[in-house]
């Protein structure tokens, strides 16, 4: 008896819980309804891009009247982030020898923020004596800034793309005007080298290469770029082959990589028209081996699609010839960037439990290599060589693998992945029998019952009739309340 009345206690107290919490429920529907606004984060964003366009940028300064010393380099990368602070980022990815910081000018209409956006770097000065490429990075950032809501590419670049700008590597090379850096290390030499165990030893490796590497671990690029002088070309991976013989050494991305090198080509004033290069492009191992390169480190260690361009045929020309050398790069460099996402296959991974992203694989049948999908959104992007027919296939442990075909024509394509959980038969077994609540097995599970009814029936049965007792004297109570018009 004290069993039963201790159960039926406590069926009162969860009666009366109930049917208070169940009024409350919808007083609180009234409160969100009456506070509903009709704005959105699409009429803010209508607002402010009205106002960035009838907002004038003040007048640009002119940089190119002369190479910058590295202390008027850094006052133009803070001046441009001053200047531009609505869709520019400054942040340093560390120092050089000499302590001097590697400036990154990041452009986006979201600078610092995490998008299911591809992202694009330009490195420029790697090597001291090559210093075309410091200017012409300045000119691009700027173009940008001044060009944006007015030119289709800049406005498509700076919404679509998250476009991260280095303008020097090499500062200490710079001021010393030599090939290495303050220790005379080859930078383009100092990465791990698939072919040959070399600088292998993260404390030997030079800090600008260091800091480099740490660079693409915080963040995935799906392409980049860097600029150099001394020729006319645009240079892809295989940089080395693995026996040192001057010979052509395609990587897996072969196809893509001259597509890539193409666009830059063909988008420049002369470089397709060489003659030393078949159409203004060439395979490095085919041109000459190199080994240690930071192309194709990035391609291999960091799934980044990387060029070389040689965007001058002197190393480093007179002061007067940079404002043509930025005309004759200019489209190229913007065309470049936007191929990453005007071309390929683009699109997330989401898991069909709940709709969560999901870091996967993505691997092309026929090409051994393979990129990963960003963690946070699930997004991926994949460049590709278009006019061919390619099966996409995504993969994740403890998922279902899928696969697709897919024709990619000039315009980039859109296609989302939902994977499927394995089951796990051992884990279910496993959780089945930790719980066995087999009905046939009364010494496992049985319900207590008290005089042939359980205790469950008699809970049912005296909250039901405590809810309509509640009922009533609500009922009768309002009956006694004086009327009002």
Not at 2 to 22: G, N
Not at 173 to 178: A, D, N, Q
């Amino acid at each position: 008896m004290e069993i039963l009345f201790s159960s039926s206690f406590y069926t009162l107290f969860l009666a009366f819980f109930f049917f208070s919490l169940a009024s409350t429920a919808i007083a609180r529907g009234g409160e969100q309804a009456s506070s509903f606004s009709g704005s959105t984060d699409h009429d803010h964003d209508f607002l402010r891009r009205r106002f960035f366009d009838q907002t004038k940028s003040p007048p640009r300064v002119d940089l190119a009247r002369g190479y910058m010393t590295n202390f008027e380099l850094e006052k133009a990368v803070k001046q441009f982030g001053r200047r531009c602070s609505n869709i520019s980022r400054i942040y340093s990815i560390g120092k050089s020898v000499k302590g001097i910081p590697l400036w990154v000018m990041e452009i986006s209409d979201k600078p610092g923020q995490q998008e299911a956006e591809p992202a694009f770097k330009f490195i420029g000065n790697v090597h001291g004596d090559e210093p075309v490429g410091r200017e012409l990075l300045l000119l691009l950032a700027n173009w940008l800034c001044d060009n944006y809501m007015k030119d289709p590419l800049a406005t498509l670049i700076i919404r679509d793309v998250h476009l991260h700008i280095l303008p020097t590597m090499n500062p200490d090379g710079f001021s010393l005007r030599r090939r290495g850096n303050a220790n005379n290390i080859d930078l383009n030499r100092d990465f791990p080298d698939q072919f040959f165990p070399m600088n292998n030893d993260l404390n030997s490796r030079q800090p600008e290469t260091k800091a480099i590497m740490n660079w693409l671990k915080e963040r995935h690029f799906t392409a980049s770029a860097s600029l150099h002088g001394g020729a006319l070309v645009a240079n892809y991976p295989w940089d080395g082959s693995d026996d040192k013989r001057r010979q052509y050494y395609a990587c897996p991305d072969d196809k893509t990589f001259q597509y890539m090198a193409s666009i830059y080509s063909h988008s420049h004033y002369n470089m397709s028209l060489s003659k030393e290069f078949l159409g203004g492009i060439t395979n490095g191992a085919f041109w000459y081996p190199i080994y240690g390169g930071m192309q194709d480190w990035n391609y291999i260690h960091a799934g980044c699609f990387e060029l070389t361009l040689e965007i001058s045929d002197n190393k480093w020309p007179m002061e007067n010839e940079i404002p043509i050398l930025w005309e004759y790069n200019r489209m190229s460099m913007l065309n470049l960037v936007a191929s990453i996402v005007k071309t390929g296959v683009h699109g997330r991974i989401l898991s069909s439990k709940g709709g969560q992203p999901l870091p996967a694989s993505i691997a092309i049948k026929g090409i051994n290599s393979t990129i990963e999908a960003g963690g946070l959104f699930g997004d991926y992007h994949r460049i590709l060589a278009p006019g061919e027919s390619y099966e996409v296939m995504v993969s994740m442990p403890g998922y279902k693998s899928k696969t697709t075909r897919i024709l990619l024509e000039e315009e980039a394509m859109s296609v989302d992945f939902i994977l499927d959980p394995v089951e796990n038969p051992q884990l279910r077994k496993q959780v089945g029998s930790a719980c066995d609540c087999s009905c046939d097995d009364k010494t496992n599970f049985e319900l207590v019952k008290y005089f042939g009814v359980t205790y469950l029936e008699i809970s049912l049965v005296v909250a039901f009739i405590l809810a309509f007792l509640c009922f009533l004297l609500k009922r009768k109570m309002s009956y006694n309340l004086p009327k009002h018009r």
